[in-house]
């Protein structure tokens, strides 16, 4: 059974700083690997998809990198501000069962003016 | 498109009542997923349906739970009875792609409440 841990649960940084998110799945035999950033009350907005066969995805101050073999992807933000402060969620879907996706509980990000 | 549409956006009910929450999926998405949210358990994957029919409904909690998708611009998740343990915030999603490759778009939520 795939599990995907989200470490550390919270993170707490001054405003300008670069940061990296982590997300560790335990199977790699996986078809892709989602970013979701999920506001206080609100729905889940996807950020970036990697496809397995992809090593990373770039938008904007935003980076994901995925590597199959150690079952890792980072998200990496740079230059931080206030407006990134959210719940960042990573979600891997197997090649099997196309749509049973596997959620992390989440990395909460707080960016201080 | 004005993304994946959910409602009520909040549901307070009492113990017993039967409660429907309501989707509609982004045109044209083929893949429609039904989520529950909690602190407790974060998000689970309760039930998702390709091109109208279930797929996989293991994380349906309970037969009080059900689902259906009528059409593809249409699904309801049903509660009956409802419990207060069943308070949470549940969410749908869709995406497009027999292969499951592409990118899943959630709705806003249903917060619901059961006292």
């Known amino acids: 059974k795939q599990e995907v841990t989200q470490i550390p649960a919270a993170l707490s940084v001054p405003e300008g700083e670069n940061l990296v998110l982590n997300c560790s799945f335990t199977?790699?035999?996986?078809?892709?690997l989602q970013w979701f950033r999920q506001d206080p009350g609100k729905g889940l907005t996807s950020l970036l998809l990697?496809?397995?066969?992809?090593r990373e995805q770039t938008s904007g101050r935003l980076n994901a990198s995925l590597d199959k073999s150690s079952g890792r992807s980072t998200l990496y933000i740079a230059a931080s501000q206030p407006g990134d402060s959210a719940t960042y969620l990573c979600?891997?879907?197997?090649?099997?069962?196309?749509?049973?996706?596997?959620f992390g509980d989440g990395t909460t990000l707080t960016v201080k003016p | 498109d004005a993304g994946v549409i959910q409602s009520p956006r909040h549901e307070v009910t009492e113990m017993g009542q039967e409660v429907t929450l309501r989707c509609k999926p982004i045109?044209?998405?083929?893949?429609l997923f039904w989520y529950r949210q909690t602190m407790m358990r974060g998000l689970e994957l309760l039930i998702y349906?390709?091109?109208?029919?279930?797929?996989?409904d293991s994380g349906m909690p309970e037969d009080r739970f059900s689902a259906k998708m009528p059409n593809a611009s249409f699904s309801t998740l049903k509660i009956q009875p409802s419990e207060p343990r069943d308070s949470a915030v549940y969410f749908c999603?869709?995406?497009?792609?027999?292969?499951?490759?592409?990118?899943?778009?959630f709705g806003q939520g249903t917060r619901l409440t059961v006292v």
């Open positions: 999603a869709s995406s497009l792609g027999r292969t499951g490759g592409t990118e899943a778009f």
């Open positions: 199977d790699s035999a996986i078809y892709n």
């Open positions: 990697i496809q397995s066969s992809q």
């Open positions: 979600a891997v879907r197997p090649p099997t069962n196309a749509g049973k996706s596997t």
């Open positions: 045109s044209g998405h083929d893949y």
């Open positions: 349906f390709n091109n109208n029919v279930p797929i996989d």
